[in-house]
C-alpha cells in the first residue's frame, strides 16, 4: 500500500450496519471536517496505529466466524490503499464492507463502489440529526439491491 490508513479507534459495533455484527475502524484524516462532528479527535491526518494489512489480517482471523461485515469510518480520500483493505475483507474472509462517509455516492472514487456492500452518505448537519432522524440528510444504502435502508435506524 503506497500511503498507509490510520485509525483512532476499533470496535466490535452492532448498530452502524443494520443486522451485522461489525468490525469498525475510525480512520484519521478526514478533510470534511464538519460542524459539530462526534470525531473531531480523528481529523489530523496520521494519527493513532497504521491500519495495515497485516494488523487487518491478523484482527479478521481473529474474529473469524463471529463477524459478518468490516466497516471503515472515512479513509475514502486515499483509495488505492482503502480498495485493498476492502478486497481482503470480502475476498479472503468473505465479509460484507461498509463505507461512513461525509460524501455523497457521486463524489467518491467509482473503484470503491464494487467492493462495498453497505454505503453511509452524507456530511454530518446537526440541524438534521444523524440517520435516526426523520429530517437528516444522510442516507444508507445496501448497494447489493440499491436499496434505502436508512428507516432501519428509526425507531418505530
Not at 66 to 84: D, I
Not at 109 to 134: C, H, I, M, V, Y
Request: hydrophobic share 35%; charged share 25%; aromatic share 10%.
Amino acid at each position: 500500500m503506497n500511503n498507509p490508513l490510520f485509525f483512532t479507534r476499533e470496535e466490535i459495533v452492532w448498530q452502524e450496519v443494520p443486522n451485522e455484527v461489525s468490525l469498525a475502524f475510525l480512520v484519521s484524516g478526514c478533510p470534511l471536517r464538519c460542524v459539530g462532528c462526534h470525531s473531531a479527535d480523528s481529523w489530523k491526518p496520521n494519527r493513532g496505529d497504521e491500519l495495515s494489512v497485516n494488523y487487518l489480517h491478523s484482527r479478521l482471523r481473529q474474529y473469524r466466524g463471529l463477524l459478518t461485515c468490516v466497516l471503515f469510518m472515512g479513509g475514502e480520500w486515499q483509495p488505492e490503499t482503502l480498495l485493498v483493505l476492502l478486497k481482503i475483507a470480502r475476498e479472503e474472509f468473505g465479509l460484507l464492507t461498509c463505507l461512513y462517509t461525509g460524501y455523497e455516492r457521486e463524489e467518491l472514487p467509482p473503484e470503491l463502489l464494487p467492493e462495498l456492500t453497505f454505503l453511509k452518505t452524507g456530511r454530518w448537519q446537526p440541524e438534521n440529526g444523524g440517520l435516526d432522524s426523520a429530517t437528516t440528510n444522510q442516507k444508507f444504502v445496501d448497494l447489493r439491491t440499491d436499496a434505502d435502508l436508512t428507516h432501519l435506524f428509526r425507531k418505530s
